[in-house]
T-cell receptor, first 112, second 115 residues
Framework: EDQVTQSPEALRLQEGESSSLNCSYTVSGLRGLFWYRQDPGKGPEFLFTLYSAGEEKEKERLKATLTKKESFLHITAPKPEDSATYLCAVQAIQAAGNKLTFGGGTRVLVKP | DTGVSQDPRHKITKRGQNVTFRCDPISEHNRLYWYRQTLGQGPEFLTYFQNEAQLEKSRLLSDRFSAERPKGSFSTLEIQRTEQGDSAMYLC?????????????FGQGTRLTVV
């Protein structure tokens, strides 16, 4: 069974204090790993897809990296508007319909 | 195209009542998914459609749940005889098979509260 574990569960940062979120996964064969951002009361917003170990993607202050066992989401010099829950999900090659298996998320709070 | 649309955004219902939610996917997307998310957890897969065919259902989808996607366009998710444990955010997502991209785009969700 595919499993995704995210750590830490919650993260409090001062504005400008860079940090990293971890996503560890177990999957029979990885088609893709996805990062989403979710604001309270809203649906997940797509950020990145990573397909193979060594791949990196960047968007503004966010950078996602992938190894064979885990992915990291690095937040560089965060601003209060980066406060959100960040969700990691895997898509297995065998997954019917490319369905996603999500981790529990990391709640990030950036204080000014 | 403004993305995946869900209606209603919020629903409060009494235990035992039936509820129905609607999802309009991104127009060119042929795959449509339903997920459920409880507070503090990540979304969990419920079911998916390719065009009008429902191709997989999770064990989470009890007999009280039914989903349809007539003509491969919008989809509805009905919950019969609601229970307090059904209280959750119900998320719809869609994706395309074209171009090798497999990311799913989510709607804003329907928050269900069963009282």
């Amino acid at each position: 069974e595919d499993q995704v574990t995210q750590s830490p569960e919650a993260l409090r940062l001062q504005e400008g204090e860079s940090s990293s979120l971890n996503c560890s996964y177990t999957v029979s064969g990885l088609r893709g790993l996805f990062w989403y951002r979710q604001d309270p009361g809203k649906g997940p917003e797509f950020l990145f897809t990573l397909y193979s170990a060594g791949e990196e993607k960047e968007k503004e202050r966010l950078k996602a990296t992938l190894t064979k066992k885990e992915s990291f989401l690095h937040i560089t010099a965060p601003k209060p508007e980066d406060s959100a829950t960040y969700l990691c999900a895997v898509q297995a090659i065998q997954a019917a319909g490319n369905k996603l298996t999500f981790g529990g998320g990391t709640r990030v709070l950036v204080k000014p | 195209d403004t993305g995946v649309s869900q209606d209603p955004r919020h629903k409060i219902t009494k235990r035992g009542q039936n509820v129905t939610f609607r999802c309009d996917p991104i127009s060119e997307h042929n795959r449509l998914y339903w997920y459920r998310q409880t507070l503090g957890q990540g979304p969990e897969f419920l079911t998916y459609f390719q065009n009008e065919a429902q191709l997989e259902k999770s064990r989470l989808l009890s007999d009280r749940f039914s989903a349809e996607r007539p003509k491969g366009s919008f989809s509805t998710l009905e919950i019969q005889r609601t229970e307090q444990g059904d209280s959750a955010m119900y998320l719809c997502a869609s994706s395309s098979l074209k171009g090798g991209h497999t990311e799913a785009f989510f709607g804003q969700g329907t928050r269900l509260t069963v009282v």
